[in-house]
């Protein structure tokens, strides 16, 4: 679903930029992700956001939680992420 031009940012991470960028980015990282079943989502003609929070997994074990954003448009004819934003919950091994 990325745009060519899409904007993708993880915590401590440069930006990438661009489709290629962003997979090779989104392919580094470790476990699996799993979005939260319920999400706020908002849209008018052609541009939406969603947004909501996420769990990344190794096995059983949870890694990071934290809270995402991804801006969608409507570019000929379909719906594409434009930007994406996952940004991890700092938590404390106490």
């Known amino acids: 679903y990325a745009a060519d031009d899409i904007r993708l940012y993880r915590e401590n991470k440069m930006p990438a930029i661009g489709k290629k960028e962003a997979l090779k980015l989104a392919s580094s990282e470790k476990g699996s992700v799993r979005l939260a079943k319920k999400s706020v989502s908002l849209g008018a003609a052609n541009l939406a956001y969603t947004t ?15 809270n995402y954003l991804q801006i969608w448009k409507f570019k000929s004819g379909k719906w594409v992420i434009v930007l994406d934003i996952f940004k991890a919950i700092p938590h404390s091994d106490k």
């Open 52 to 66: 909501s929070t996420y769990t990344r997994n190794e096995g059983d074990k949870v890694i990071e939680k934290g």
